[in-house]
């Protein structure tokens, strides 16, 4: 008498949001002060609508958009992050 097992293999699923700095996957959650490892901006909740305001919370002097900008130029939401900052990965 043979006996079937059934067997079921189930992957969970990582679901990543875009930083709204340098646009990689890298936050489980938006605007929950998540760090990005990429380019070290602190998801505080800023997005387009309000990129140019400089909120003196979480990110200091720096607007999203000035973060932005240099992350386009240095590689880091502000060059002393360049420290701290790694490269996107391929599933980012």
């Known amino acids: 008498m043979h006996s079937v097992v ?5 992957t969970a699923i990582e679901v ?5 700095c340098c646009g990689y996957k890298t936050l ?15 998801d505080d909740g800023q997005e387009d609508e309000d990129a140019s305001e400089v909120r003196l919370t979480v990110n200091g ?4 958009n000035q973060a932005r900008s240099n992350y386009s130029d240095f590689g ?10 790694r490269k996107p990965r391929s599933a980012e």
């Open 6 to 10: 059934n067997c079921y293999v189930t």
């Open 16 to 20: 990543r949001y875009r930083c709204p």
């Open 28 to 42: 489980e959650e938006p605007g929950t002060l998540q760090l990005c490892p990429v380019c070290w901006w602190e």
């Open 61 to 64: 002097q720096l607007s999203l």
């Open 76 to 85: 880091a939401a502000h060059p002393r992050f360049l420290p701290y900052v």
